[in-house]
């Protein structure tokens, strides 16, 4: 491979688990931990967790630590 063939792969691959990285966070945020867990070893469940509504436990969570930080 030539240089130029390995600093695309390399910075393609930054990429790539910076996305997902950033993905599964939503994930877990949102509530969706099932599907977090399950995007570990199938990353197409943490792009459907993403577009999915949150769990309204984790409104719920969210709705308190907001009313804590005041």
């Known amino acids: 491979m030539t240089f130029l063939e390995w600093f695309l792969?390399?910075?393609l691959l930054v990429i790539?688990?910076?996305?997902?990285?950033?993905v599964a966070a939503i994930?877990?945020?949102n509530g969706h931990w099932i599907?977090?867990?399950?995007?570990i070893f199938f990353p197409i469940f943490w792009l459907i967790?993403?577009?999915l509504p949150p769990t309204s436990?984790?409104?719920l969570e969210e709705?308190?630590?907001?009313e804590l930080a005041e």
């Open 63 to 66: 709705a308190v630590l907001e």
């Open 9 to 11: 792969s390399l910075t």
């Open 16 to 22: 790539y688990f910076t996305a997902i990285f950033t």
């Open 49 to 51: 967790s993403v577009v």
């Open 35 to 39: 599907l977090g867990i399950l995007g």
């Open 57 to 59: 436990s984790a409104v």
């Open 27 to 29: 994930t877990f945020r």
